[in-house]
């Protein structure tokens, strides 16, 4: 599991550097939602008993499980998510995308036409599809188009 993590920081500070610009505990729902007292309907998701945040979205109307990545500047997903999205991928034509702790990372970059995270729709996302992830990650091209992130002790708050 720490490679993993490893690998999923080192994509994500690549992208970063490259790039301008959770599993709950608990019940089953990966993100809980309560009432919201402002405008802006409010998300918590949970933090994971492995320190993550995870959460579902849907991406071009699918759902898609991902870690949510405050530090990667796009949106990363796998092959098998891309290709079931029907994003056009080519892994043959993929090309060396940033640096990770275990090397070079490879991928394509693309469009994604939505992803909404519990009602915060977001169209136009720039995101890339990467050679070899199990997992996809919620970045920045995502994220800073929202009103508000914020870190709340185990609690992730997206409005």
């Known amino acids: 599991m720490g490679r993993l ?3 999923i920081v080192g994509v994500g500070v690549a992208i970063g550097a490259f790039m301008p610009s959770g599993h709950s505990r608990g019940s089953g729902n990966p993100h809980r939602v309560s009432a919201p007292s402002e405008p802006a309907k409010e998300t918590r998701l949970e933090r994971s008993e492995s ?7 849907k991406v071009n109307g699918e759902l898609v499980h991902f870690v949510v990545d405050t530090g990667a500047d796009v949106v990363a997903l796998t092959v098998d998510d891309a290709e079931r999205l029907g994003i056009p991928v080519n892994p ?8 990770g702790a275990s090397g070079p990372v490879r991928g394509a970059n693309v469009t994604i ?10 169209n136009d996302v720039d ?19 929202m009103g508000e992130v914020q870190m709340r002790g185990d ?3 997206l409005r």
Request: glycine content about 10%; proline content about 0%; charged content about 15%.
């Open 5 to 7: 993590f490893l690998f």
């Open 51 to 57: 320190g993550h945040f995870y959460t579902y979205a």
């Open 92 to 99: 043959a034509s993929f090309t060396v995308i940033g640096e």
């Open 113 to 122: 036409d939505s992803i909404e995270v519990d009602g915060k729709l977001v």
């Open 127 to 145: 995101g890339v599809v990467l050679a070899d992830s199990n997992l996809s990650l919620l970045g920045q091209s995502y994220l800073s188009r």
């Open 155 to 157: 609690y992730m708050v």
